[in-house]
């Protein structure tokens, strides 16, 4: 069997039992071989852009004698996956603009699966816009701390134009797509440990920037993070706002 890390395990637990897997960026194609082992998943495709890690994919692949299960294909995002193909797609382990770009590139595929799976490593409050503006909805999230690290991830379904968000506040969207709404609503202790942490390390360079010498770029830098404080105070409560507008 597959052994997972903590947070590739937690991504691959939010695959819905059942659906054809399409794994976008699947580096050794571990997801993939440890979903079809548990039988959680009944078939899967392992894709990625360098040829490299999709060979290498491919050996484990057939170690575990599962090549009647798994296809690999080298492919740029989602290009070499047709519509309806896959009914979850998962793209984990790289940046958020990256993310974002291969959900919009292969907009007609992702918009044609079941879910998707996303846990991209910066830029989060990025995809979760992306998402909100781009007909899905995020129905579930988790955060999984790991070797110092936080994870975020979040799984997201197609779904029409949520008005519910229209009785929020800007301030209050922001909040949530920074930090994650069903997060927030959930209470998640590992996103509770980022925000003390977060704090703390904002009010640290909030007194080393009132230590140098006043400038406009000093000022503007001080205003920037004075903004993220309160986004950062304001995390929990802004709970009110998001379930009475049925979020």
């Known amino acids: ?9 937690a991504a ?9 897997l399409a794994d976008i960026g699947t580096d050794h194609g571990y997801v993939p071989i440890a979903l079809v082992q548990r039988n959680r998943v009944p078939s899967a495709i392992a894709m990625d852009i360098n040829k490299g890690p999709l060979d290498k994919a491919r050996e484990h692949i057939a170690m575990c004698n599962l090549q009647d299960k798994i ?10 996956l047709a519509v309806g193909e ?19 590139e292969g907009e007609a595929v992702c918009h044609s699966a079941k879910e998707l799976v996303l846990q991209p490593q910066s830029d989060v409050h990025k995809v979760r816009a992306y998402l909100r503006d781009n007909g899905y909805a995020i129905v579930d999230e988790d955060m999984i701390y790991e070797d110092g690290k936080y994870y975020p991830m979040m799984r997201a379904v197609p779904a ?21 709404p069903i997060l927030l609503k959930c209470g998640n202790p590992v996103l509770r440990k980022y925000l003390v942490k977060q704090h703390r390390k904002l009010l640290e360079i909030l007194d080393n920037l009132h230590k140098r010498p006043e400038s406009e770029s000093i000022e503007k830098r001080i205003s920037e993070i004075e903004r993220e404080i309160e986004y950062n105070e304001s995390a929990y409560t802004i709970l009110g706002a998001i379930k009475d507008a049925g979020i």
């Open 1 to 9: 069997m597959i052994k997972l890390s903590k947070r590739m395990k």
């Open 12 to 20: 691959a637990s939010m695959v819905t039992s059942g659906n054809v």
């Open 71 to 80: 296809e690999t294909r080298l492919s740029d995002g989602t290009k070499a």
């Open 86 to 104: 896959a009914e979850s797609i998962l793209i984990a382990g790289m940046g958020g603009e990256l993310v974002i770009h291969i959900l919009r």
């Open 160 to 180: 029409e134009e949520n008005k519910a968000w229209n009785r929020l506040k800007p301030d209050a969207v922001t909040v949530c797509d920074l930090y994650g």
